[in-house]
């Protein structure tokens, strides 16, 4: 007989199950601390009980395990040093949705080679996000493909559903059964209905398919997710403006939601100019200073070196600490950033309790 599959598929290659990969990569106690209580400090900040600025901020995305670990080392010494009044997170993106074609991410392509050996992006993964959180420091990512945060959730604080898969069910759908609060991006053309509406869709039960911990095709039932919140990226205009924040703070209140939203300082916030996060930086800070209740974060690309580099022929002559997607603050511009922030917030936080 004809064969009427397939026809365009080369190759399926089975892959260990997230059971078989976490017997590898266990957690301990102290990480599960860690991961825990970051995914509670959000929960926290989200509702107001907790006062201090969550600031989700690291490379536009991983493609190299050691200077993710010198960032990561570096971050969790600021983190310490100004936690009274911000809540640092580490953003750790291992997958890269794109607008037309290009390279998907660690997990996709860990070798930055075309060899897509996803196992090993699996295993790294999840070994760097294990050693981030052993040093006290939660990490943040984006869900794209939705098997696998089987392999990693468990160690991820807050997570991002982007701008290019809001309006999808499958991932409204895995979004209401993530332990972790749900970060919605408007949409890439700058409407935030949709984002809206993810945040109501996975605020409630789901079942679908999916895998379990075997790796065997399940039947997924979820309990809702309570903590979907919205996020500006901006779209073919810039939204972290007060007009823009007044307009969201009013779509959320509408929708019968918290209105406690977050700003992406990138992307189309920043037109993907690495300088122009620290304007809208400042322009948050200006509208907390001048009594903005519903911005309660902000997510800062960031790295070791400014700016990026072209994704390599050869990567073996990439820069160290350079990011090879969106451009990102550097390290030294990140601390200032983070610790004007600090003062900033702090003068506020003081006032609250005069
Ligand atoms: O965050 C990174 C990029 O903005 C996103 O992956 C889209 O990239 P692209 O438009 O270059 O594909
Ligand atoms: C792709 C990203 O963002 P957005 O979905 O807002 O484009 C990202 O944060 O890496």
């Not at 201090?52 to 600021?78: N, T, W």
């Not at 943040?140 to 493909?145: M, N, Q, R, S, W």
């Not at 468990?154 to 895995?174: F, K, L, N, P, Y």
Request: charged share 25%.
């Amino acid at each position: 007989m004809e064969q009427l599959h397939d026809l365009r598929v080369s190759r399926i290659k089975r892959l260990p199950s997230p059971r078989a990969l976490k017997e590898q990569l266990p957690v301990k106690e102290s990480t599960a601390r860690t991961v825990s209580s970051g995914r509670r400090d959000v929960e926290n900040i989200l509702t107001g009980k907790d006062g201090r600025f969550l600031v989700i901020v690291g490379p536009c995305s991983i493609h190299d395990v050691d200077a993710a670990r010198e960032y990561a080392e570096r971050l969790s010494i600021l983190r310490e040093e100004l936690k009274d009044e911000l809540c640092i997170m580490m953003r750790v993106y291992f997958e890269k949705p794109r607008t037309t074609v290009g390279w998907k991410g660690f997990i996709n392509d860990p070798h930055l080679d075309d060899s897509y050996d996803i196992e090993h992006g699996l295993f790294y993964a999840r070994q760097l996000l294990l050693s981030i959180n052993t040093l006290g420091l939660p990490a943040a990512t984006e869900f794209l493909d939705p098997i696998t945060p089987q392999y990693v959730a468990d160690v991820v604080s807050w997570a991002a559903i982007g701008a290019r898969t809001i309006e999808s069910q499958t991932h409204r759908q895995m979004a209401s059964g993530l332990s972790m609060p749900v970060g919605f991006k408007n949409s890439t053309d700058g409407r935030l209905n949709v984002a809206v509406d993810a945040i109501r869709s996975a605020m409630h039960p789901h079942s679908f398919l999916g895998i379990d911990q075997d790796g065997q095709s399940s039947v997924i039932t979820t309990k809702g997710n309570p903590y979907g919140h919205l996020v500006l990226r901006g779209g073919e205009q810039p939204n972290y403006d007060a007009k823009s924040i007044a307009q969201a703070e009013t779509m959320l209140e509408k929708a019968g939601l918290e209105q406690s939203l977050l700003v992406d300082c990138s992307h189309a916030n920043s037109g993907k100019k690495h300088e122009q996060q620290l304007s809208v930086w400042g322009d948050v800070l200006l509208q907390k200073t001048q009594g903005n209740k519903s911005i309660v974060g902000v997510m800062i690309e960031s790295n070791l070196c400014a700016g990026n580099q072209p994704f390599p022929e050869d990567p073996g002559k990439l820069r160290y600490g350079v990011s090879i997607t969106d451009e990102c603050v550097s390290w030294g511009e990140t601390e200032r950033m983070l610790r004007e922030g600090a003062a900033i917030i702090g003068q506020l936080l003081s006032k609250k309790q005069q």
